[in-house]
C-alpha cells in the first residue's frame, strides 16, 4: 500500500510513520506533504528519502477549496492508497474528504469522543479527568469524529498542565499510529487498544 502523510509542523507521528515502515510492512510512504513550506517534518522526511511536497495555505486566504485543488495536485501524483493526517492542522472539506474516505486517518491527542477540536489537555486537566490519552480515527465530513481505530490511555498525575501532559500522550502517539497503519494497510479494521 502506497502511504502520503499530510503535515503542518514538526512531524514527530509522521517520523514515527516513516520509521516503522522502514523494515517489512504492508505499506510504504510515498510523500509527505505540508500546508506550511516551513514545516520542519519536511525537511525530516526528505533525509529519509520521502518526496515532500508543500503548498502554503496563506495565499488562499480563506478559499478552502482553492487551496485543497492546489493541495490535491501533488497528492494524487503520488497515487497513495492510504491518507495519514498527523499534526496536520487545517480543517478539510467534506469534498476533499468524500475523494478519501474509509482510506484517510487522522491521529487526535484525546480520548475521542471525548475533546473534539483544540486544547485537549487543557480541557482533560480542567475537568479534573484521572486518564488521558490519543485516539487514531477514520476521518470523515464531521471534525474529529469518524469510527476509532486505536487508542492509547495515560494517567493524568497529580501537578500535570497541558505540555507535561501532552508529552506523555504524544509518546503513546509515536507507538499507537504504527501499529494501527500497519493493520490498517493490511486490511484489518478492528479497534486496536494499547494497555
Ligand atoms: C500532536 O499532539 C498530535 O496529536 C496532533 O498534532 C500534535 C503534533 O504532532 N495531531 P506532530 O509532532 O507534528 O506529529
Do not use: W
Not at 492509547?152 to 498525575?157: D, G
Amino acid at each position: 500500500k502506497r502511504v502520503a502523510v499530510l503535515i503542518s509542523g514538526g512531524g514527530s507521528n509522521m517520523l514515527a510513520l516513516l520509521r516503522s515502515m522502514e523494515g517489512a510492512h504492508p505499506a510504504r510512504p510515498v510523500l509527505v506533504a505540508s500546508n506550511d513550506p516551513a514545516a520542519a517534518g519536511l525537511k525530516r522526511a526528505a533525509e529519509l528519502g520521502v518526496p515532500v511536497a508543500a503548498v502554503d495555505h496563506r495565499p488562499f486566504r480563506g478559499d478552502r477549496a482553492a487551496f485543497e485543488a492546489a493541495l490535491l495536485e501533488p497528492i494524487l501524483a503520488a497515487e497513495p492508497d492510504i491518507l495519514c493526517l498527523a499534526g496536520f492542522m487545517r480543517v478539510l472539506t467534506p469534498a476533499f474528504v468524500a475523494r478519501f474516505e474509509g482510506r484517510m486517518l487522522n491521529i487526535h491527542p484525546s480520548l475521542l469522543p471525548k475533546y473534539q477540536g483544540l486544547h485537549t489537555h487543557q480541557r482533560a486537566l480542567e475537568a479534573g479527568d484521572a486518564e488521558a490519552g490519543c485516539t487514531v480515527h477514520e476521518v470523515t465530513a464531521a471534525l474529529d469524529d469518524g469510527p476509532i481505530l486505536g487508542q492509547a490511555r495515560v494517567p493524568i498525575l497529580p501537578g500535570d498542565k497541558a505540555e507535561t501532559l501532552a508529552a506523555r500522550v504524544l509518546t503513546r502517539e509515536h507507538a499507537l499510529y504504527p501499529a494501527v497503519l500497519r493493520r490498517f494497510a493490511a486490511g484489518d479494521r478492528t479497534p486496536l487498544l494499547l494497555d
